[in-house]
């Protein structure tokens, strides 16, 4: 199945694969193969058209952010020239609309982590608790329900390699299997309200909350703040702080509480309504060119 592409609204698979925004993803050659919910998904770009195997056009447009007017928001987030370099490499780039339960779990494995390293937890956890599928000869596992990371045992869960986040998934998984959440509830509620939601869940923190918030439920505001963005700040909008705030933040390793708010502020203010969308283009620029 194709979907042809329209040229004035630029897209690049790579980038948005790629850029850090999810991890269950991996190119074979010239294709792209996700599990994403029950299904295996095979994707390719050869210019402006995308060729889509294993599932439907409504469900591919939808979760690529397709229907986004991505030359009016990058018009909206270009006000300097760092984020315009940033955007005029990465052009494309576009933020995935993920299932809020595997996102939800997959930022909590992804603390202190690096990116490979989230990958072979989250592998980890769907080999051992969820189901096979194939594709192409390929074998993939779908991501686990919160059924059964809520009924997993402490050592099936120890055996995922997760470390101390163990606890922290299954206690979480318990709360969503229990329906102490309503994500598509939050989706429509606010920012702040939604963010505070989250923050009552084990192991989720600020930015955990704003990457879960922004990459599956729609706040588009969220700026999430993490050693790259910290770097991004320190070196080209540092004159929008204090010297003493710099001073203070620049040579630390973790944020508190309230730094981190005013980095998070400062870009959902500057950037406006689309911040995420210049996060996650100074992300990628930042820890791809340095």
């Not at 690096?114 to 592998?123: D, E, Q, V």
């Amino acid at each position: 199945m194709k979907i042809k592409l329209n040229p004035s609204s630029p897209f690049n698979l790579d980038a948005t694969l790629c850029c850090g925004q999810t991890f269950r993803w991996d190119k074979q050659g010239e294709w792209w193969y996700g599990v994403v919910g029950e299904s295996v998904l095979k994707i390719r770009q050869t210019e402006n058209c995308l060729e889509i195997e294993n599932t439907d056009t409504h469900f591919v447009k939808n979760y690529l952010g397709l229907h986004d007017d991505l030359t009016s928001i990058l018009s909206q987030i270009s006000k300097d020239k760092h984020i315009k370099q940033a955007i005029a490499t990465f052009t494309g780039l576009r933020i995935l609309r993920q299932d809020p339960w595997e996102c939800l779990i997959s930022y909590i494995c992804a603390t202190y982590k690096n990116i490979a390293a989230i990958k072979r937890m989250l592998l980890n956890l769907s080999c051992r608790l969820g189901d096979k599928v194939w594709l192409d000869s390929y074998d993939f596992y779908t991501f686990p329900t919160p059924e059964k990371l809520a009924k997993a045992s402490a050592g099936e869960l120890a055996k995922c390699s997760l470390g101390y986040r163990a606890k922290y998934v299954h206690e979480t998984a318990k709360m969503v299997y229990e329906n102490l959440v309503d994500f598509e509830r939050l989706k429509k509620t606010d920012y702040d309200e939604a963010r505070a939601e989250l923050l009552r869940f084990p192991g989720i923190g600020q930015k955990v909350a704003d990457c879960i918030l922004l990459f599956s439920l729609d706040k588009f505001e969220a700026f999430p703040i993490d050693v790259w963005i910290k770097r991004v700040i320190l070196r080209h909008y540092k004159s929008h702080f204090s010297a003493e705030f710099i001073s203070k933040i620049e040579d630390k390793q973790s944020l508190t509480n309230r730094e981190y708010e005013k980095l998070s502020l400062f870009g959902r203010k500057y950037f406006g309504k689309f911040a995420g969308y210049a996060q996650e283009y100074l992300y990628h620029y930042e820890r791809t060119l340095h």
